[in-house]
């Protein structure tokens, strides 16, 4: 028999109020479902990490776990090794220090948001606020980026077609800048130079120390509006996770 539940990976954090925001999403997620849900962490939440969830929902009796990755790209590395340590792909496509999970269950493995339109709607709801003329202004969506050239490519594949979604939703144009490599300055300051006001909306879930300190440190000197607002919190991404599982559990009943 065909028990199914629901893991929902993010990264972690030493901030419990980045902590406390993943959860309360995930929480509305659960009351959603009708199917054990269970939120765990790559790292830095210690009895909550990856292993924990894997047990919390085997112990219930779970024998198909839907994973939910609750990152921001597809370029980012963690991703590509928690789907090896996990289970859902034989190599991972980068070395990693991330130890095969003990999983008796089957895994279903789920994509990052990338370019989801409900990520578009949410990134221009978190800076509508900072828009005042939508015909001379530019979105700039931050992310983290990747030092390594394969995940930076799917970084910059995802944003780039995120960043059309962000335009079309909110009537403004929208460009990406990365952190890693560094060419926020240089995509504001190209920008500015064009006459465009630079609206700056940080691509992360939920805000911490890039998006309190580095991207800030990257736009000092510069004349752009940025209030750091993350995407969570917003109930569009509980929604998101929803629709996530239900696409990966409707491929159970296959």
Same mark, same amino acid.
């Given at each position: 028999?065909?028990?199914?539940? /629901?893991?929902?990976?993010?990264?972690?954090?030493?901030?419990?109020?980045? /902590?406390?925001? %993943?959860?309360?999403? %995930?929480?509305?997620? !659960?009351?959603?479902?009708?199917?054990? %849900? =269970?939120? +765990?962490?790559?790292?830095?939440?210690?009895?909550?990490?990856?292993?924990?969830?894997?047990?919390?929902?085997?112990?219930?009796?779970?024998?198909?776990? =839907? =994973?939910?990755?609750?990152?921001?790209? +597809?370029?980012?590395?963690?991703?590509?090794?928690?789907?090896?340590?996990?289970? $859902?792909? $034989?190599?991972?496509?980068?070395?990693?220090?991330?130890?095969?999970?003990? =999983?008796?269950?089957?895994?279903?493995?789920? !994509?990052?948001?990338?370019?989801?339109?409900?990520?578009? !709607?949410?990134?221009?709801?978190? /800076?509508?606020?900072?828009?005042?003329?939508?015909?001379?202004?530019?979105?700039? *969506? %931050?992310?983290?980026?990747?030092?390594?050239?394969?995940?930076?490519?799917?970084?910059?594949?995802?944003?780039? +077609? @995120?960043?059309?979604?962000?335009?079309?939703?909110?009537?403004?144009? #929208?460009?990406? !800048?990365?952190?890693?490599?560094?060419?926020?300055?240089?995509?504001?300051? #190209?920008?500015?130079?064009?006459?465009?006001?630079?609206? /700056?909306?940080?691509?992360?879930?939920?805000?911490?120390?890039?998006?309190?300190?580095?991207?800030?440190?990257?736009?000092?000197? *510069?004349?752009?509006?940025?209030?750091?607002?993350?995407? @969570?919190?917003?109930?569009? *991404?509980?929604?998101?996770?929803?629709?996530? $599982?239900?696409?990966?559990?409707?491929?159970?009943?296959?």
């Amino acid at each position: 028999m065909t028990k199914p539940g /629901v893991l929902v990976i993010s990264h972690g954090s030493r901030e419990q109020n980045w /902590v406390s925001l %993943v959860d309360e999403a %995930v929480h509305e997620l !659960a009351s959603r479902m009708d199917i054990p %849900v =269970v939120s +765990s962490y790559l790292e830095l939440v210690e009895g909550r990490l990856i292993q924990d969830g894997i047990t919390a929902l085997e112990d219930q009796g779970v024998t198909d776990i =839907v =994973v939910i990755p609750l990152f921001v790209s +597809s370029g980012s590395t963690h991703v590509d090794e928690i789907a090896y340590a996990i289970g $859902a792909k $034989a190599v991972p496509d980068m070395e990693t220090d991330l130890a095969p999970f003990r =999983v008796r269950s089957r895994i279903h493995f789920g !994509a990052p948001m990338d370019d989801d339109p409900e990520i578009a !709607a949410m990134v221009w709801d978190k /800076v509508r606020e900072l828009s005042v003329n939508p015909a001379k202004e530019v979105i700039l *969506l %931050v992310g983290h980026g990747s030092r390594h050239d394969l995940f930076r490519r799917r970084w910059e594949k995802g944003i780039n +077609s @995120l960043a059309r979604r962000v335009s079309e939703v909110s009537g403004t144009s #929208a460009d990406y !800048a990365l952190l890693s490599p560094g060419d926020v300055r240089d995509k504001v300051t #190209a920008w500015m130079e064009r006459g465009c006001d630079v609206i /700056v909306a940080p691509l992360f879930l939920s805000e911490g120390y890039f998006t309190e300190k580095v991207i800030p440190n990257r736009l000092e000197g *510069l004349e752009c509006r940025y209030t750091g607002r993350t995407l @969570l919190p917003h109930p569009l *991404l509980p929604q998101w996770m929803e629709s996530q $599982a239900k696409l990966l559990l409707q491929s159970l009943k296959s």
